[in-house]
């Protein structure tokens, strides 16, 4: 075990060796669950033309897919149970199945509930319990690289600077990085907007793009002064650091379901490659089905 490991995640490892050095789950055993999980995530993109296209935003799939399996198939495990049941909580609420069901998409909901949902003093997550039992199992390198890039993932604000040769160009508000995307969803967007999105580099070590691999929420109002205003009275107040204050509110929010909230009730309008979304966290009249909103006589009907 190594000694970034935490407390729930070093219980289930000690477990799995007491009971005579068997893996905590029998991993023969998830390709069942984990192959339904596929065709749930990927029904509207085909795994073939992702694979061909995208080969970066498929091996992240298949990683996050074999996550979902894996939890399926612990669930019953005393030590996730906390995770088991907020997950399952939020999905109760959210029912993310996207527009025109629930502005939440199944994109955002699982990478929220497998990446960024944290329990205890170590904040673990979902994947950071999983990635740590299958380093102590002696998991491919690869494959533990590509999980370990998931688990620290997480949403931030970027600004479209215009597309090049198909390739879309995201400047991050919070850190100024710029890095040049695909977007598997199809969204090339246009110049000026304000994109929540969680973005990755392409594991595939050929490819210098980084993968836009969530659907985008893109902001009609505020733009990005509004966004720059709200960082600015944020982040002060979750550390000193500009960067750790902001790496800390894109993953974890000021709440457990902070983003969730404010997709939910920011929610504009949408299309199939993306969703629109108004208004500020911290501004309840911005959002157009915030609780103000709803006092007002509003409703949430997507679509």
């Known amino acids: 075990m190594s000694q970034k490991d935490g407390p729930i995640a070093r219980k289930i490892i000690a477990a799995g060796r007491k009971q005579h050095r068997q893996q905590v789950v029998d991993l023969s055993t998830l390709r069942q669950a984990r192959d339904e999980m ?18 970066g935003f498929a091996a992240y799939i298949y990683v996050t897919n074999w996550v979902l399996g894996l939890v399926e198939a612990a669930q019953d495990v005393r030590e996730l149970g906390r995770h088991v049941d907020r997950m399952a909580k939020a999905e109760e609420d959210y029912m993310p199945e996207g527009p025109p069901m629930s502005p939440i998409t199944r994109s955002m909901f699982y990478a929220w509930s497998l990446w960024d949902l944290t329990v205890g003093v170590k904040r673990e997550s979902l994947g950071s319990i999983l990635l740590a039992i299958s380093r102590s199992q002696g998991m491919d390198p690869v494959f533990l690289g590509v999980l370990e890039t998931l688990v620290e993932s997480r949403l931030g604000l970027h600004v479209h ?5 198909g390739r879309i160009a995201l400047r991050e508000l919070g850190t100024g990085e710029l890095r040049e995307c695909v977007c598997p969803a199809g ?3 246009n110049r000026g907007e304000v994109w929540l999105a969680r973005v990755l580099p392409s594991p595939v070590v050929a490819s ?27 982040l002060a107040k979750l550390a000193t650091d500009p960067t750790t204050a902001y790496t800390r509110l894109m993953k974890h929010g000021l709440d457990e379901r902070f983003w969730l909230e404010y997709v939910f009730e920011a929610y504009a309008s949408h299309r199939t490659e993306a969703v629109f979304l108004m208004g500020l966290p911290d501004i309840a009249e911005s959002r157009p089905h915030a609780s103000a909103s709803q006092a007002r006589g509003d409703e949430l009907h997507p679509g």
Do not use: C, K, M
Not at 161 to 165: I, L, P
Not at 210 to 228: E, K, L, M
């Open 187 to 189: 969204y090339d967007g």
């Open 38 to 55: 596929r065709r749930i995530i990927d029904q509207s993109f085909p795994p073939s033309e992702i694979g061909e296209t995208f080969p």
């Open 208 to 234: 210098r793009d980084s993968i836009v691999v969530t659907t985008p929420y893109v902001i009609q109002n505020p733009g990005i002064a509004g966004w720059q205003a709200y960082l600015d009275r944020t």
């Open 161 to 165: 600077e215009g597309v090049t040769s």
